[in-house]
C-alpha cells in the first residue's frame, strides 16, 4: 500500500503563517504582501524596465513606488473597517522598509550582473 504525506508531517516549504507582522498592523497576509509586491513591481517598470536603465536616475521610480504604499495601506485598512491613523502608519512604514531592503538588494544583484 502507498503511504502519502500525512497532515502532519511538516512541509519543506511552507506558507507563511497566518499571523504576523501584518495582523499587527490590521492587515491580512494577502493584503500586505499584495501591497508590497505591487509597490516593488512599479520600482521595477516605471520608465521601462529596471535592468535596462540602471544607470540613470529612479527619482520617478522610487517617488512612485513608495507613494503607493500609503495608498494601498489605507484602501486595504478602510476594506478591512479597520482604518485608524496609527496602523495605516506602521503598515506604511513597516512595507516601506521591506520594499527598501528587497529593491536595494536586487538592483545591487542587478548591477554586478551587468
Not at 102 to 114: D, E, K, N, S, W
Amino acid at each position: 500500500m502507498s503511504q502519502g504525506r500525512s497532515e502532519s508531517q511538516t512541509r519543506f516549504f511552507a506558507p507563511f503563517p497566518e499571523r504576523g507582522v501584518w495582523t499587527a498592523v490590521g492587515l491580512t497576509r494577502g493584503q500586505f504582501f499584495g501591497i508590497f509586491a505591487i509597490s516593488t513591481a512599479l520600482f521595477f517598470v516605471i520608465g521601462g524596465p529596471l535592468w535596462d536603465h540602471l544607470r540613470e536616475g529612479h527619482l520617478a521610480r522610487i517617488v512612485w513606488s513608495y507613494a503607493a504604499i500609503p495608498v494601498l495601506v489605507v484602501l486595504a485598512l478602510a476594506r478591512n473597517r479597520r482604518l485608524e491613523l496609527f496602523p495605516a502608519v506602521g503598515a506604511t512604514i513597516v512595507l516601506g522598509f521591506a520594499k527598501w531592503i528587497v529593491t536595494a538588494a536586487l538592483t545591487m544583484v542587478l548591477g554586478l550582473m551587468r
